[in-house]
């Protein structure tokens, strides 16, 4: 499935072969944690009790994120099965773990010794065959999957592993990460960041580094959305601006995105910044409503082919578009007009500022739609993520 949707060139130029690369480095865990920012995405959605949503899983924290809000029905697909079962993982921890405390040590935390156990007892004994059969198959190292738990999952996994080498970078020109964490109030962060990071991605290592597409395979961006993210502009640019409002944009106390960048893990204090799934005061909504949420292993077209007329109201395609070619572009939204049911909303994400979809998406399907633009322009602001150039929302016509 992932060689399908990543590899669009034939032959062997380059083109092909850094496609086929991608493909390869995609087969495995890519995001331990989602990218995206739920509570964005809820906003702009306007997610309410009774409706049905699908979106694509990635690390599965917001298809359960988005359960706070009342939905009565989440669909979560995706191509990679490292995802699909982690996001089985999550579903079933959250009824059968014994409580709240077991629950946040487990993903909060990720990194406790009694996270095996507790799988093993608990957890285990209801995951279905495939799910289980990935997280007790073995590493490398000859390590179970599943002990990822207990060493700080968040390091993990093709994202984990590319922050951790952004760290090791940082620490070779004499700048720990960490360190800004310590900042107190955005002026601080800002201060800090100008007087730290700045400087390093003018340096000849990190300017020929991520000169190359391959560079950010580690973030899940395919040599196609490199070109859209670059946009005639030297990369190293590119991701200091993004960085920059990772770094100075939000408080550090609201913002658990910059946690992970630069502390590579969550907040460990009783106040910490979590993704809504994680917050206590939602724990008890979470376990009731949990029964809402499947996880498949599917294209979201090939899904969305096999689902009823009119009876989707919110999509959330996160940055696949990004991949896309135009002809696989106007299959999904050939679906997704199909499915939306009357005033439906589609929210998406990509690594350039515009929309992706005029001039490439047939004039009958974007006829449908009307872009918010001025609502778009707000989201892309307000997400904490920082990474993505735009966040886009179109609601259906009547």
């Avoid at 999509?315 to 991949?323: E, G, K």
């Avoid at 690594?351 to 989201?379: F, I, K, N, T, V």
């Amino acid at each position: 499935m992932i060689h399908g949707a990543a590899v669009s060139t034939s032959g062997l130029n380059g083109t092909a072969l850094l496609e086929r690369a991608f493909a390869f480095a995609f087969r495995g865990l890519v995001y331990p944690q989602i990218w995206e920012d739920p509570e964005e995405d809820m906003a702009g959605l306007e997610v309410k009790e009774g409706d049905r949503l699908v979106t694509i899983s990635s690390g599965g924290c917001n298809a359960l994120s988005y359960l706070t809000a009342g939905p009565a029905q989440v669909t979560a697909v995706d191509l990679n099965s490292a995802h699909v079962a982690l996001g089985n993982l999550k579903r079933v921890a959250v009824t059968h773990l014994p409580d709240y405390a077991h629950f946040r040590r487990f993903f909060g935390d990720a990194d406790a010794k009694e996270n095996v156990e507790a799988y093993r007892r608990h957890i285990a004994p209801h995951l279905d065959e495939r799910s289980r059969a990935y997280w007790e198959a073995r590493d490398m190292m000859g390590r179970k999957r599943i002990g990822i738990f207990a060493r700080g999952a968040y390091r993990y996994g093709l994202l984990g592993n590319f922050i951790g080498l952004a760290h090791f970078l940082a620490r070779l020109h004499g700048v720990n990460p960490r360190d800004i964490l310590k900042a107190e109030g955005i002026e601080a962060q800002r201060a800090h960041f100008e007087a730290q990071f700045v400087p390093i991605f003018d340096k000849p290592l990190i300017r020929l580094l991520t000169n190359h597409p391959a560079s950010l395979f580690g973030l899940g961006i395919p040599p196609a959305q490199y070109d859209k993210l670059a946009a005639g502009r030297s990369m190293a640019t590119v991701l200091r601006e993004r960085l920059e409002k990772l770094a100075c944009d939000f408080p550090f106390a609201e913002n658990y995105f910059a946690w992970q960048a630069f502390g590579r893990a969550y907040e460990k204090t009783p106040a910490a910044s979590l993704p809504p799934y994680l917050q206590e005061r939602h724990y008890d909504a979470l376990r009731e409503r949990i029964g809402r949420l499947d996880v498949i292993q599917a294209n979201m077209t090939d899904h969305l082919f096999k689902q009823e007329a009119q009876s989707v109201d919110k999509f959330l395609l996160l940055d696949a578009q990004d991949w896309m070619t135009d002809r696989q572009l106007n299959e999904l939204w050939g679906q997704i007009c199909r499915t939306a049911a009357p005033g439906a909303r589609v929210l998406f994400r990509t690594a350039d500022e515009p929309s992706l979809l005029p001039g490439r998406l047939a004039q009958g399907l974007l006829d449908m739609w009307d872009y918010r633009e001025d609502r778009s322009a707000e989201l892309t602001k307000q997400d904490r993520s920082s990474i993505y150039g735009g966040t886009h929302l179109y609601v259906r016509r009547d």
